[in-house]
């Protein structure tokens, strides 16, 4: 059990600790995303990679897998996603990977999505693409960071990837933002 956990209660100020919302010296501050890492603690690293394998195994619960792994963005659960997108003989699996790591994803995962839309595999290209809009519609990036994807975006050869470009910079445009 985690070091946070006694009796099967939560210790709240070692989770505070653990996740940053509480300093050594008393002070206290909060936020949406370390609640979500507590959340997150508290569920477990291999509760949420397990639930990643039931989602790319296309369980039944596999929505309300995808959403509650939506809701809190762990990173063990994007790590996991990318570890099957790479390691994978099954090329639907990997698919299955992308396309959840499309709204699993933060900021953190962005390196990783010039290699989706390098990937010979156009249904990867394509959920590559839409992680980038997802984390640009979610403001969980700043578009001035795809400039470079967006640019690859453009000319891609999977109309698709070409399509997800045309949506984002719409978008973009309406909200008065760009990337350049």
């Known amino acids: 059990m985690a070091e946070f956990m006694t009796d099967g209660e939560v210790d709240w100020t070692t989770l505070a600790l653990a996740v940053g919302s509480l300093e050594e010296n008393g002070r206290e501050h909060g936020s949406s995303i370390e609640a979500r890492e507590a959340i997150s603690l508290i569920i477990g690293h291999n509760n949420l990679c397990a639930a990643v394998e039931h989602y790319v195994a296309c369980r039944p619960g596999a929505e309300l897998t995808r959403m ?4 809190l963005h762990p990173w063990c659960a994007m790590e996991r996603c990318y570890e099957i997108y790479q390691q994978s003989d099954d090329l639907e699996a990997r698919q299955e990977a992308v396309e959840l790591l499309r709204v699993v994803a933060d900021h953190r995962a962005l390196p990783w999505a010039q290699g989706f839309l390098e990937d010979p595999d156009e249904g990867i290209q394509a959920w590559g693409a839409g992680m980038v809009d997802q984390l ?14 967006l640019g690859l975006m453009a000319a891609h050869p999977n109309r698709l990837v070409r399509e997800r470009y045309d949506f984002i910079t719409e978008f973009l445009q309406a909200r008065g933002e760009s990337a350049s």
């Not at 509650?68 to 809701?71: G, K, N």
């Open 68 to 71: 509650v792994l939506w809701a």
């Open 136 to 149: 640009l519609f979610t403001h969980l990036v700043d578009p001035e960071d795809c400039v470079e994807l």
